[in-house]
């Protein structure tokens, strides 16, 4: 669980993921206090809490640099936050990840942030914090999801 720094606020919060992480945040609505951004820049790829923990886990096995990770413990789910390198249309792809309750936050959407306020802690919390502009090649991660995803070899 993230522990909340010493004067951190919504818009303290803000700031430092637009400064630090370029992430295009904003507190909407302000007396919420929750943390928004539009898709365009960043994408995000939300998946099964499940089948998060095994891609992240897939990823350090194959010495990947991981991206920031936000956690949904209401809804059981994980997002990772991916450069927006995804074919745009590609509808095989999407019914691909689809099928496995894979969804893919593209341009124009809106991706929920973690914010420091009780409410909206409780409902979002980070796996992997940004620290900085990296995020990871959506391609990349899209490979984690399909390795893990391949169904086992069987044995005759």
């Known amino acids: 669980m993230e522990q909340r720094p010493l004067g951190d606020t919504p818009r303290s919060r803000c700031l430092f993921y637009r400064r630090e992480c370029d992430l295009p ?3 909407d609505p302000p007396e919420l206090g ?5 898709a ?5 790829l939300t998946t099964p809490s499940s089948l998060g923990q095994a891609v992240k886990a897939h990823m350090q096995s194959k ?15 994980w997002t ?15 019914a ?3 099928r496995l309750n894979v969804s893919v936050c593209r341009t124009g959407s809106t991706i929920a942030l973690p914010s420091p306020t009780a409410s ?13 502009t990296f995020r990871p090649s959506g391609r990349v991660v899209v490979a984690a999801i399909r390795a893990w995803a391949e169904p086992a070899p069987r044995r005759r």
């Open 25 to 27: 945040a904003v507190v």
């Open 34 to 38: 929750r943390i928004v951004m539009r």
């Open 40 to 44: 365009g820049s960043v994408w995000a």
């Open 63 to 77: 010495s990947v640099r991981l991206g920031p990770i936000l956690a949904h413990p209401r809804s059981n789910r």
């Open 80 to 94: 990772f936050l991916i450069a927006p390198d995804l074919p745009e249309n590609d509808t095989r792809l999407f």
């Open 96 to 98: 691909e990840l689809f």
């Open 120 to 132: 909206v802690g409780a409902i979002r919390s980070w796996i992997v914090p940004p620290r900085n």
